[in-house]
């Protein structure tokens, strides 16, 4: 359920992306009340802080672990900033450069594909599984309010959806409208001076200059993506999300449920296990490999985590309060604050208060959900901001309309009206997927308010 909620949400992300050429945190600079907007700034670095407090400890332990103890837990936290490294390696302070951005994808790519491979070890070496359990395991149960049923849903909802990934979402798609666009533009010239062979100094057109699509300039000259990108590249974009979440994102989220459940259920101790007990069950019951594979793949799902949180927050920090800094600064920043919390804990508590505290930075992840998601629906299925103005009949358009400080709005296929040569075409959801979006959310409510409800009369 988690992962559906997951394509669903970033479905709408990459809609709202494409069709405004602004990501989510711009939207709320554009079009919230400023009190609004810095309310949900705050919100969204707390869910940004509360996914690297969770990378800190993921990174420790795993190299607590694979070093049979011989770093220390707090050593390990203040590691953890080392992979402050890789973002100077490969990420460019716009953001938009397509170049940067295949490098950003090879990179994460990479490191889920060593997770990947971890994780298909672990499963070879499963004996004697029933497999109409293991599906049976993916429907929901009474199972979810017994016991902590309810707060470890919660935190796979958190870990799974994360809040600060629909920022990403929605942000990093303009690099694909901007290619298509420059593209065609280059199209367009090399046409109009193929008609022209006696001119000796082509036309340039005033279009496909770097100012057009500079990320860098004030919000209200910010690149606006074109119709026929919108139309392009939507499609395409939401395919490549859902494949990418319905293979790697499933398998990896299943492999880790079906190895714990296979090699653990029958482990008196196995109700309450924290990652140091899983590491040695999974040594005992299964191979002394698989627990090394396992803090191997612990260790590389958070350094790849580290690296999307750092571009998602510096969308926020651009998109709502127009601070620019460069991510490695950007990570330094983030990773500092939460190395903090990681090393006090680890030092006053120990292993056990950081299993605490993983478990619980993915509760809160899921709280602060429904104050991410709300806006994102809310923007996705109302004309003003779902509508691209179309100048002329030729098709040959940039859009206009919308509101707000940026102006404009947006869209790719769907109702079009309009006065004289001034067409819009409107693109908000469909009544089918805003009753949908109306509803996952309110089930996300539900479940975190219970939760609340239950860790107050402390049943949880």
């Not at 004697?128 to 199972?143: I, K």
Request: glycine share 10%; proline share 3%; net charge neutral.
């Amino acid at each position: 359920m988690s992962n559906l909620f997951a394509i669903f949400l970033q479905s709408l992300c990459i809609k709202l992306g494409t069709v405004t050429g602004l990501n989510l945190a711009e939207m709320y600079r554009a079009h919230m009340p400023l009190w609004l907007n810095y309310t949900l700034y705050g919100i969204a670095e707390a869910a940004i802080i509360a996914t690297d407090i969770a990378e800190v400890i993921g990174t420790a332990i795993a190299l607590n672990l694979l070093s049979n103890g011989r770093i220390p837990l707090v050593a390990g936290c203040a590691l953890s900033i080392v992979d402050v490294l890789f973002i100077l390696l490969f990420y460019q302070s716009s953001g938009r450069n397509m170049k940067a951005l295949r490098a950003f994808e090879f990179f994460v790519i990479l490191l889920v594909l060593g997770v990947v491979v971890c994780f298909c070890f672990q499963l070879s070496l499963i004996q004697h599984t029933d497999v109409g359990e293991v599906f049976h395991g993916f429907l929901p149960s009474r199972a979810l309010v017994q016991g902590r049923g309810l707060y470890q849903a919660c935190g796979i909802l958190g870990a799974t959806v994360m809040p600060h990934s629909l920022y990403l979402g929605s942000g990093i798609v303009q690099a694909r409208l901007q290619e298509f666009d420059l593209d065609e533009k280059k199209r367009q010239r090399h046409e109009t001076n193929s008609r022209r062979p006696h001119d000796h100094h082509p036309a340039q057109d005033p279009s496909t200059s770097s100012d057009e699509f500079d990320t860098t300039s004030s919000s209200s000259s910010k690149y606006r993506p074109s119709l026929p990108a919108i139309k392009a590249c939507m499609s395409y974009s939401i395919t490549e999300l859902a494949l990418s979440l319905f293979t790697f994102a499933l398998f990896v989220n299943s492999a880790i449920l079906i190895v714990a459940g296979a090699s653990l259920s029958n482990n008196p101790t196995a109700a309450t296990a924290d990652l140091f007990s899983i590491y040695h069950l999974l040594s005992g019951s299964l191979a002394p490999a698989a627990g090394t594979i396992f803090a191997l793949a612990l260790l590389l799902s958070g350094t790849s985590a580290g690296i999307v949180c750092t571009i998602a927050g510096q969308m926020v920090s651009e998109g709502q309060l127009n601070l620019r800094f460069t991510p490695w600064v950007r990570r330094l920043m983030t990773r500092s604050i939460s190395i903090t919390p990681s090393i006090i804990i680890a030092g006053a508590v120990g292993a056990k208060g950081l299993s605490a505290a993983l478990e619980g930075t993915q509760v809160a992840l899921s709280v602060i959900l429904p104050f991410v998601s709300a806006p994102l629906i809310y923007f996705t299925c109302r004309d003003r901001y779902m509508t691209v103005g179309v100048v002329g009949s030729a098709g040959g358009s940039r859009q206009g309309g919308g509101a707000g400080s940026m102006g404009h709005g947006s869209g790719g296929g769907g109702a079009r009206g309009g006065d004289g040569d001034a067409s819009v075409v409107r693109m908000r959801n469909h009544w089918v997927t805003a009753t949908l979006a109306v509803l996952i959310w309110v089930v996300i409510v539900i479940m975190n308010v219970a939760l609340l409800v239950l860790l107050g009369l402390g049943v949880q």
